[in-house]
Nanobody, 123 residues
Framework: QVQLVESGGGLVRAGGSLRLSCTDSQHTGSPIAVGWFRQPPGKDREFVAAISWTGESTDYEDSVKRRFTVSRDHGKNTVYLQLNSLKPEDTGVYYC????????????????WGQGAQVTVSS
């Protein structure tokens, strides 16, 4: 069974960068699509980005386009979310999630979730 582990969160000043990582710790080799979500303080969880198994297809929420980049390295069994030009409103707990299909029309239905990584952006 897929088990996702995130890493790379932290505290950064506005304008700074972070890179989050998401690894299937069980090395299942399942052809999973991966999504990234975040939950700002006091708000609901929201979609951030997604990437297909091959990496050929990606999807981004409008507010993070041109600032965040999702990528994957099959050799390292890891999906990355590069966060650039961070803003205080990017603060939240970031989660990665996995499923066996990719769809830009269904952003929220995922089967497996990581534990979350805190990202805090100071002004």
């Amino acid at each position: 069974q897929v088990q996702l582990v995130e890493s790379g969160g932290g505290l950064v000043r506005a304008g700074g960068s972070l890179r989050l990582s998401c690894t299937d710790s069980q090395h299942t080799g399942s052809p999973i699509a991966v999504g990234w979500f975040r939950q700002p303080p006091g708000k609901d969880r929201e979609f951030v980005a997604a990437i297909s198994w091959t990496g050929e297809s990606t999807d981004y929420e409008d507010s993070v386009k041109r600032r965040f980049t999702v990528s994957r390295d099959h050799g390292k069994n890891t999906v990355y979310l590069q966060l650039n030009s961070l803003k205080p409103e990017d603060t939240g707990v970031y989660y990665c999630a996995a499923r066996l299909f990719y769809s830009a029309h269904n952003r929220y239905t995922y089967d497996y979730w990581g534990q979350g990584a805190q990202v805090t952006v100071s002004s």
